[in-house]
Protein backbone atom coordinates (compact mmCIF):
# COMPACT_ATOMS: atom_id res chain seq x y z
CA UNK A 1 0.00 0.00 0.00
CA UNK A 2 2.91 2.49 0.71
CA UNK A 3 4.78 1.48 -2.28
CA UNK A 4 1.80 2.33 -4.39
CA UNK A 5 1.02 5.51 -3.06
CA UNK A 6 5.30 6.48 -3.61
CA UNK A 7 4.72 5.47 -6.91
CA UNK A 8 2.10 7.93 -7.70
CA UNK A 9 3.64 10.55 -6.23
CA UNK A 10 5.51 12.82 -8.63
CA UNK A 11 8.85 12.75 -8.77
CA UNK A 12 9.74 15.87 -6.88
CA UNK A 13 7.23 14.75 -4.05
CA UNK A 14 9.34 11.65 -4.36
CA UNK A 15 12.69 13.24 -3.43
CA UNK A 16 11.22 15.14 -0.70
CA UNK A 17 9.84 11.98 0.92
CA UNK A 18 13.41 10.55 0.34
CA UNK A 19 14.99 13.16 1.59
CA UNK A 20 12.66 13.05 4.92
CA UNK A 21 14.06 9.93 6.07
CA UNK A 22 17.40 10.37 5.32
CA UNK A 23 17.43 13.08 7.72
CA UNK A 24 19.03 12.21 11.13
CA UNK A 25 15.65 13.21 13.66
CA UNK A 26 13.63 10.44 11.68
CA UNK A 27 16.67 7.63 11.45
CA UNK A 28 17.26 8.52 15.03
CA UNK A 29 13.10 8.31 15.91
CA UNK A 30 11.11 6.30 13.98
CA UNK A 31 14.74 4.31 12.62
CA UNK A 32 15.70 2.78 16.08
CA UNK A 33 12.30 2.74 17.58
CA UNK A 34 11.34 0.46 14.73
CA UNK A 35 14.34 -1.66 14.94
CA UNK A 36 14.68 -1.89 18.86
CA UNK A 37 11.19 -3.13 19.21
CA UNK A 38 11.97 -5.83 16.11
CA UNK A 39 15.10 -6.89 17.74
CA UNK A 40 13.94 -6.69 21.23
CA UNK A 41 11.10 -9.15 20.14
CA UNK A 42 12.89 -11.46 17.92
CA UNK A 43 15.04 -11.79 21.02
CA UNK A 44 12.54 -13.12 23.15
CA UNK A 45 10.90 -15.64 20.40
CA UNK A 46 14.13 -17.01 20.15
CA UNK A 47 15.25 -17.04 22.85
CA UNK A 48 18.73 -15.88 22.65
CA UNK A 49 19.57 -12.81 24.89
CA UNK A 50 22.28 -10.51 23.26
CA UNK A 51 19.47 -9.93 20.79
CA UNK A 52 16.72 -8.77 23.22
CA UNK A 53 19.68 -6.53 24.87
CA UNK A 54 20.64 -5.01 21.44
CA UNK A 55 16.93 -4.23 20.86
CA UNK A 56 16.17 -2.78 24.19
CA UNK A 57 19.36 -0.53 23.57
CA UNK A 58 17.80 0.57 20.08
CA UNK A 59 14.25 1.05 21.59
CA UNK A 60 16.11 3.56 24.33
CA UNK A 61 17.93 6.00 22.27
CA UNK A 62 14.97 5.74 20.26
CA UNK A 63 13.13 6.80 23.28
CA UNK A 64 15.39 9.39 24.33
CA UNK A 65 15.78 11.77 20.94
CA UNK A 66 11.79 11.31 20.76
CA UNK A 67 11.24 12.96 23.93
CA UNK A 68 13.94 15.34 23.27
CA UNK A 69 12.55 16.22 19.99
CA UNK A 70 8.88 16.27 21.45
CA UNK A 71 9.87 18.82 24.41
CA UNK A 72 10.34 21.37 22.49
CA UNK A 73 7.18 21.58 21.10
CA UNK A 74 4.88 20.42 24.08
CA UNK A 75 5.96 19.17 27.54
CA UNK A 76 3.04 17.12 28.64
CA UNK A 77 3.33 15.05 25.61
CA UNK A 78 6.56 14.28 25.78
CA UNK A 79 6.62 12.98 29.07
CA UNK A 80 3.60 10.95 28.04
CA UNK A 81 6.00 9.44 25.40
CA UNK A 82 8.92 8.96 27.57
CA UNK A 83 6.45 6.79 29.92
CA UNK A 84 5.13 4.66 27.37
CA UNK A 85 9.18 3.76 25.63
CA UNK A 86 10.01 3.09 29.67
CA UNK A 87 6.91 0.73 30.08
CA UNK A 88 7.95 -0.54 26.55
CA UNK A 89 11.42 -1.44 27.95
CA UNK A 90 10.02 -3.35 30.86
CA UNK A 91 8.08 -5.67 29.17
CA UNK A 92 10.34 -6.06 26.36
CA UNK A 93 13.25 -6.53 29.18
Known sequence: ?????????????RKSAMDDFKRPSSIFTMGFLTAGAFLATLGNALAVHIINIVGIVLLGIGGIVSFLHTWRKNKLKSIYILLLFLLSIFLLS
Open 1 to 13: MVVREYLKMSSED
